[in-house]
């Protein structure tokens, strides 16, 4: 027997490890002693510091001023104890894991438990591999779930270089070129996907250069009509063209010294290419419409998400002006290639949104895991947006996966059953239950209302307790233009 009796009734404690601090505190709770003694036994050879329980009413008693990382509770054939305890524990304490027990007739607590907040179930007679393979994926659940909150928390400490957010090897082997090539005053070429941070990583090398304190101007070559984009960067005299009642000054002279961002260098005329290639090498412009020219000090940064070796090789980018642009080049990582700063980056943005509203707000473990698998086509910009949503349409402090977009909800749900072996799909099997995922419900309840009222939203909206903002968005998420012809 490896249990020691400390109340024959209720409790037994196994004894501890030389470290059980380093270990996850694992409670079992049932009335079964040899179950009690067979979970303590495989546990403990898992590494778990483990107590267990014999009676529920004893456990409620215990767990509401003692914190367990993981509670393995049996499921009473009669009775809701056990699904109290389940939402009691859950509500008391987020972070910890619970899973389930029952007997082969009583699957459906095990469905029930788990919509309670139970993360997975075992029924019983089960063997020790199946216990012992539960209980790893718990470990690693909840050890992953720790982490993530610890990063979060530690977020001001360590966010990164600047304003610039990530501890990942990849971000960390760009932090060392930063600091060095902001020290220079070379051409530098930035690449990367869009959303990555160009611009971003474009001022910090100008905040940490030797002339942070001269002015930073973006252009954005992308959005700007060719003849504009000449007039901005070269300046004009007057008469130059109608309208030019005056003189300006070009921003490659305005920025005195500091730095000019081409954002979408990548969209340049070839023309535009020539003048910008003279007035790198002449250090010197020529204003629309004037005959003298005028000297410049101005560092170029220019940034592409464009394959700009490709483009050289094709003709439709200049090859005299990419290696100009090209004697530093930055290859900034995709999101889904550093996916170890997206809590560092999700914490920033709710920290950010937590000062903009005076709400406060957290990301649930379950919602921040979808968002580890994700694999952010539109990179930190995606990420950024998909958070003031969820802040956004929350209810409450906590962000949960509902709150998500419903891309990343469909991936969460995914992931989580592939993940967990579709524990609940399993038990509902078992007890002969199909059950519809609460989007189709929710589609199908909206749809209804909406043929039922003729076509009134607003009407629909009222019934179904939402605003008509909310019927809108949830039309526009299910990619429904006419609810009356919808199938």
Not at 280 to 287: A, D, H, S, V
Not at 405 to 415: H, I, K
Request: glycine share 6%.
């Amino acid at each position: 027997m490896l249990e020691t009796d400390l109340n024959t009734s209720t409790m037994e404690f196994l004894p501890n490890n030389p470290e059980p601090a380093a270990r996850l505190h694992l409670v079992v709770i049932d009335a079964d002693a040899a179950i009690r003694s067979a979970c303590a036994e495989i546990a403990n050879s898992l590494g778990f510091r483990v107590q267990t329980i014999a009676e529920i009413a004893q456990a409620r008693s215990i767990l509401r001023g003692n914190a367990a990382d993981i509670v393995l509770v049996n499921l009473p054939p009669t009775g809701n104890q056990g699904l109290e305890l389940v939402s009691e524990v859950k509500l008391l304490y987020p972070a910890t894991t619970l899973i389930a027990m029952t007997t082969s007739g009583s699957v459906n607590a095990a469905v029930e438990a788990m919509r309670c907040g139970a993360s997975d179930y075992l029924t019983k007679p089960f063997a020790v591999d199946e216990l012992s393979t539960v209980l790893e994926r718990a470990s690693e659940n909840h050890t992953i779930d720790i982490h993530s909150r610890q990063l979060r928390e530690q977020l001001r400490m360590s966010q990164g270089l600047g304003s610039m957010i990530g501890r990942s090897t990849e971000m960390e082997k760009l932090y060392r070129i930063l600091s060095k090539v902001a020290q220079s005053t070379h051409p530098v070429l930035i690449l990367g996907e869009s959303g990555t941070g160009k611009e971003l990583v474009a001022h910090t090398i100008h905040a940490f250069g030797p002339n942070a304190q001269k002015p930073f101007l973006p252009v954005d070559c992308g959005s700007i009509v060719p003849t504009l984009i000449e007039s901005e960067l070269f300046g004009y005299v007057k008469g130059a063209f109608t309208g030019a009642t005056r003189s300006k000054d070009g921003l490659l002279v305005s920025a005195e010294g500091g730095t000019v961002f081409l954002d979408e260098i990548g969209e340049l005329s070839l023309d535009l290419q020539a003048k910008l290639l003279r007035a790198l090498q002449e250090k010197e412009i020529r204003p629309v419409g004037a005959t003298h020219r005028v000297p410049i000090k101005a560092r170029i940064v220019a940034a592409t998400n464009r394959d700009l070796a490709s483009m050289v090789e094709k003709g439709t980018f200049r090859k005299d002006l990419f290696y100009r642009l090209n004697v530093v080049n930055l290859r900034l990582p995709a999101l889904r290639e550093r996916r170890e700063d997206i809590p560092l980056l999700a914490a920033h943005f709710l920290d950010r949104m937590s000062r903009d509203t005076g709400r406060k707000f957290n990301l649930s473990d379950e919602a921040l895991r979808t968002m580890m698998l994700h694999d952010w086509p539109g990179n930190v910009r995606e990420l950024e947006n998909s958070i003031e949503r969820a802040c956004a349409l929350s209810s409450g402090p906590v962000l949960h996966l509902g709150d998500l977009p419903t891309q990343l909800q469909n991936q969460g749900l995914e992931a989580w059953r592939a993940a967990n072996a579709a524990p609940v799909e399993e038990a509902e099997a078992k007890a002969g239950i199909e059950v519809t995922p609460l989007v189709d419900i929710e589609k199908k309840a909206i749809l209804s209302a909406i043929r039922t009222l003729n076509g009134d939203k607003l009407l629909a909206a009222k019934l179904l307790g939402i605003g008509k903002t909310t019927l809108y968005r949830k039309l526009k998420e299910y990619g429904i233009a006419d609810p009356m012809q919808e199938e």
